[in-house]
């Protein structure tokens, strides 16, 4: 259902950024330093790769689109393209996890690769996927590259938390923030990614999404409006014991390498949330706003417990129904 960055032609929105991309490579003005940001799943890095492909196949086109058929697509998809380089996590040693950070190695391949002649004449790209994951040490290593760089050469650094970069990083490159996406822009690459949805499928999906596709990309395999359901009736009034348990049966349950459990809390802890921005932003029922506000924190709690320590999953699904409705 989902395509990675590097091979996705599909692109919504974010007119203003493609934009101002657009015009400073055309009039000559690219900064060797870009700081794509945003909240998660909006496009950062399906941008990043539309920018670098057309920039590397020398486009002209004002939404930075390049045809799937095109050699340059073709390459940047199977990464193998000799003058574009990708920065981000990469599998340990033993080939069975992602590193917990972006390493010094993985940074240092980029600066000698920076330093390389273009293979093929034009610009060489560096794109830093998760640029928050990176370490001290590396942060340190990649801002020796931004104060030196190379003719030609361009690094697009994509991140969701722009905030843990160095302020140092964040000064010396260009700031372009990108906002979570309109309804119908997610409603349409819903039907360009996923066209076996219902339409009514859809429509709850765009509403649990907010504003981002990868989120309701995730939510509709993950079973989300099947459990974005339960949610709103066990928040509506109290559920029977019976039904607590059978709840907690299917919450519990792994289907095909899905976690219902994770989806189940992030939808009912993201429905606590708007319900206390609704009364904060009323004045009104103000007890229940911080009653909501307390058991966001305490289920929080209980996920990451339960998933760290490898707890009961069903058990913590009951506990938090009992906590719901208590005067």
């Known amino acids: 259902m989902t395509i990675e960055p590097r091979a996705n032609p599909h692109f919504r929105g974010h007119e203003a950024a493609l934009a101002s991309l657009h015009h400073a490579a055309s009039a000559g003005r690219l900064h060797h330093g870009w700081l794509i940001s945003g909240p998660p799943g909006i496009g950062k890095a399906t941008l990043a790769f539309r920018f670098a492909r057309w920039l590397l196949a020398g486009g002209t086109s004002a939404d930075l689109s ?9 390459r940047v998809a199977a990464a193998t393209h000799p003058d574009l380089f990708t920065v981000e996590r990469r599998l340990n040693d033993k080939k069975d996890r992602l590193q917990s950070v972006i390493v010094i190695e993985t940074v240092r391949e980029a600066i000698g690769f920076m330093h ?48 843990r970069l160095l302020p140092t990083i964040r000064s010396r ?43 309701a990309l995730t939510l509709a395999a993950q079973g989300g409006v099947a459990l974005a359901g339960l949610v709103d009736e066990v928040l509506a009034a109290p559920v029977s014991p019976a039904r607590a348990q059978a709840i907690a049966d299917t919450v519990a349950r792994a289907v095909e390498g899905t976690d219902h459990f994770e989806t189940f809390f992030t939808l009912l802890r993201a429905e606590l949330a708007s319900r206390t921005r609704a009364a904060a932003r009323s004045g009104q029922n103000l007890a229940r706003l911080a009653g909501d506000v307390t058991l966001w924190q305490e289920f929080g709690q209980l996920e990451r417990e339960t998933a760290g320590l490898n707890l009961d999953k069903r058990a913590a699904v009951i506990v938090a129904l009992s906590q719901l409705h208590r005067s």
């Open 173 to 215: 490159c260009r700031a372009l923030p990108l906002s979570p996406l309109p309804d119908g822009d997610v409603a349409a690459l819903l039907a360009d990614y996923a066209p076996e949805l219902g339409a009514d499928e859809r429509v709850r999906l765009v509403g649990l999404a907010e504003g981002s596709i990868g989120t």
């Open 116 to 163: 390389h002649t273009p293979s093929e004449g034009g610009w060489r790209v560096v794109i830093v996927d998760g640029a928050e994951d990176m370490n001290p040490q590396t942060a340190n290593a990649l801002l020796k590259m931004l104060e030196e760089p190379p003719a030609r050469a361009i690094l697009l650094l994509v991140t969701a938390a722009p905030g």
């Open 66 to 74: 390049l045809p799937a058929s095109s050699p340059v697509f073709r």
